[in-house]
Nanobody
């Protein structure tokens, strides 16, 4: 059984920083892309940042220059460093990973349960 568990969310003042972590565990053979998405109340979920197994990254325009995604392949973990946070960054942040549980198994998309980030004074 595969699990993705996010941590690091919380309440922060505008201009502050947070670092989110997402650890994948279980019977994992390989992980391809990992990503962070967010969903604010009343809005659709949106992709925030993604990173391939080789380290290539992409970001939503709204977070470019403020957020940095990274990963530690040895730990099956991805991180999201969020700086210069704004009230509009308030949302539940989810991580997901395209991974395979064995050499003859296809990749599936697994999701974490989400962690709340609130930016408010």
């Amino acid at each position: 059984q595969v699990q993705l568990v996010e941590s690091g969310g919380g309440l922060v003042q505008p201009g502050g920083s947070l670092r989110l972590s997402c650890a994948a565990s279980g019977s994992i053979f390989s992980i391809n892309a990992m990503a962070w998405s967010r969903q604010a109340p009343g809005k659709q979920r949106e992709l925030v940042a993604a990173i391939t197994s080789g380290g290539s990254t992409e970001y939503a325009d709204s977070v470019k220059g403020r957020f940095t995604i990274s990963r530690d392949n040895a730990k099956n973990t991805t991180y999201l460093q969020m700086n210069s946070l704004k009230p509009e960054d308030t949302a539940v942040y989810y991580c997901n990973a395209d991974l395979s549980v064995g050499p003859r198994y296809p990749e599936y998309d697994y999701w974490g349960q989400g962690t709340q980030v609130t930016v408010s004074s």
